[in-house]
Structures are given as C-alpha cells and as structure tokens.
C-alpha cells in the first residue's frame, strides 16, 4: 500500500515546480501566471529507504523494488472555489480523490512572482483555501442530511449511526473548524471516510521558502508549523527552486549541491516521511535471491493484511510468517544467521507488523 497526496495550494505557491522536482520529471508545466495546471497531473515516485540496498546486499538480491507513492499536482484554488470560481469544482472533485493533502504554502517574497492576493501572509492562504474545502463540505453535507434523516427515522440502524456523525462534522464546519478535527470512535472510522469530506483529510503543510532559508527555514515557516501543532497537522520546509534544480543533476553530483545548501538529503525524502507519519504507515520487506522488495502497510495491520498486500491468496491461506526485524537480519548477515541466533520468528495472525520487519508468510494454496 502506497498513497495518494493532492498537491493543492493558491496559484503561484510552487506547487507545479515543486511536483515537478518530487517527480523528477517537466510533466506539469510551471509558469507564472494562475491556472497554468489546467488538468491534474499525476506522479509515482519510488520511496526513498536506504534500508533496501544494505537488504538487498546480503540477499544477494538481482534487483531492488522500493515501495511507491503517487503525488496529484492539483491546479490553484482561488476565493470562491467551492462556488465554481477560477476552475473551481473540478480541482474539488480531484482533492476528493486523494488519500491526504500537501498544501503548499508561499513563504518567500520575491517581486517577480505575482502573489493572487497582492501580498505574502500564509496563515490568510492556508485559511483561504481551508475555507474553500469547508464550504463544500458543508454544501455536500446539508444536501446529503435530509434524505439520511428519512432513513433513520424509518429504522434504518446504520443510518442513524450515519446521521449522528454527519451532524457533528457539521456543527464543526458552521464552526468554521475542519472536519478533520471531529471527534469520533475508532469504530466510526469507515464511516467518516465515506463522508467523502474535503476537509477531512490528513493535511501536512509544506512550506515553500526561498534558497537561503532551506535549511532552517524563515519567520513564515514559523507561523505555519505553530499552526500546524494547533491543529494536529505536520509541516516541512522545502524549498521548491532548489528541488528542482537537484532532479536534473546526475545523482553523483547531487550530494555536493545538498551540501552546499547546508542540506542532509532532498526535500522529497522529508516530504514522504511527513506523509507516512501523516497517514500512519509503515514498511516492511521481502528479500531473497530473485529481489528485496518494500511494502507499505498500515501502522496497526496484522500479518495476514501484510501477506494480503503482497497477494490476496497469501492473506487467505495464511498460515504463520517468518520474521526477522532489520537489525538483526543486518546484524547477523541474513536468515540463515538470524535463524541460528534465534532471531527469526514464527508469527501468527495476530502479529501486529512492526516498520522494517524482514517477513516470509507461509500459505495454503
């Protein structure tokens, strides 16, 4: 299991640059001037884990497969965008889509990239566009309330488990609140996501400095991480110009360029880790002769919903798992040394899978 992050953010923020140098590729034209992103363009890209050559080494393994993600390049969003100002609706339905939200905000000044509202404040375009999500939702929601309230007055159970949870979303959005703030059981969790809410979904903020402020970022950033602790949202400092100058360095070069930046590793690497924080999600491997191969999973999922990700018949059949953690297969230079140690468990279906685990599922066909 991968993810899907809507870019989103108001025109001329760096979203398109930004896609460009996750994705590494020119597919999403980056121009000054609003709405340039006519159509959603949409990029997988491998996620970057170190831990797959240092597997993959001592498997001996004939190839390398890292886990992917898809990142969608949302074109801008505007003021009136829930009524159907600038493109209006369609950027709405395509944010529907998407697992989570990478809201790109402007805190850069430079005179020759034109700002939507004549001026850069990014808590008023975080609120812009957060206002945007909310007044669809709400519009979805009031349609949608009538007709639920006729089936749970009818006896309809799930309806009126439906009903309640609807209400509260949107006693919050008349707040002015997210939905994504509601409080609500774990059991309510299928649920709230078939609300299908714009403002439901997990957000991280990533803040759009200019070349100088990468490493620490800027008094702008600042304001945008203290609102995203506010809100239980995450937040990173990526500066879109030098991403995309790095994706069209050979890989040899790009260490010294980060370095010249005052830079550990590029953006995207912080940007996906966010995510995964964001979404809750974990890593585990396969590794053997043929390939080292990375998973995503839920953090929380048990063994059998780990074989299921990489076939349904593993899931089905399932029988026990083999598993190593990473140290230990590191450490002990494989299974067979794992396995003499100790170190290589038999897991059942109530295993809860741990990030890094090397695993091997035995199955009934």
């Known amino acids: 299991m991968g993810f899907k992050c809507g870019i989103v953010g108001l025109p001329n923020v760096g979203k398109s640059t930004l896609f460009n140098a996750l994705t590494q590729t020119a597919a999403a034209q980056a121009a000054n001037y609003p709405f340039c992103t006519i159509e959603p363009n949409v990029g997988d890209v491998a996620v970057p884990d170190p831990r797959l ?26 003021r009136g965008a829930s009524k159907g100002e600038g493109l209006g609706n369609q950027f709405l339905a395509n944010i529907r889509e998407c697992d989570a939200i990478a809201h790109v905000v402007r805190c850069f000044e430079d005179g020759d990239v034109t700002h939507v509202e004549d001026g850069v404040d990014p808590i008023r ?18 349609k949608r309330i009538v007709p639920m309230e006729k089936k749970a007055k009818g006896g309809d159970k799930e309806a009126k488990e ?7 979303c949107l006693e919050l959005l008349q707040r002015g609140e997210p939905a994504r703030l509601v409080e609500r059981k774990p059991d309510e969790r299928t649920a709230f996501v078939a609300l299908g809410l714009l403002s439901s979904k997990p957000v991280l903020y990533v803040c759009n400095v200019e070349e100088s402020a990468a490493a620490a970022g800027n008094a702008f950033a600042r304001t945008v991480a203290a609102r995203a602790r506010q809100e239980g949202a995450a937040a990173v400092v990526v500066s879109a110009k030098i991403e995309s100058e790095i994706a069209v360095l050979p890989v040899e070069e790009q260490k010294d360029y980060l370095e010249a930046a005052g830079l550990d590793e590029p953006g995207l690497n912080r940007v996906i880790r966010a995510g995964y924080d964001l979404l809750h999600l974990v890593t585990f491997f396969t590794a053997g002769p043929k390939e080292t191969r990375a998973w995503t999973i839920e953090q929380g999922a048990r063994a059998p919903q780990a074989a299921g990700a990489i076939h349904t018949d593993f899931e089905k059949g399932f029988i026990r798992a083999e598993t190593i953690c990473y140290d230990d297969y590191v450490a002990l230079r494989g299974e067979a040394g794992a396995r ?23 199955f009934n066909t």
Do not use: C, N
């Open 125 to 142: 375009d975080i609120e812009t566009v957060e206002t945007e999500l909310m007044l669809a939702d709400l519009e979805s929601l009031e």
């Open 340 to 362: 003499e140690s100790g170190k290589l468990r038999l897991e059942g279906k109530d295993y809860i899978v741990a990030d890094g685990d090397v695993m091997h599922f035995r």
């Open 53 to 78: 050559e240092a597997l993959a080494k001592i498997a001996l393994s004939k190839q390398i497969v890292p886990t992917r993600l898809t990142f969608v390049d949302i074109a801008g969003l505007v």
């Open 162 to 168: 439906a009903l309640d949870l609807m209400r509260r």
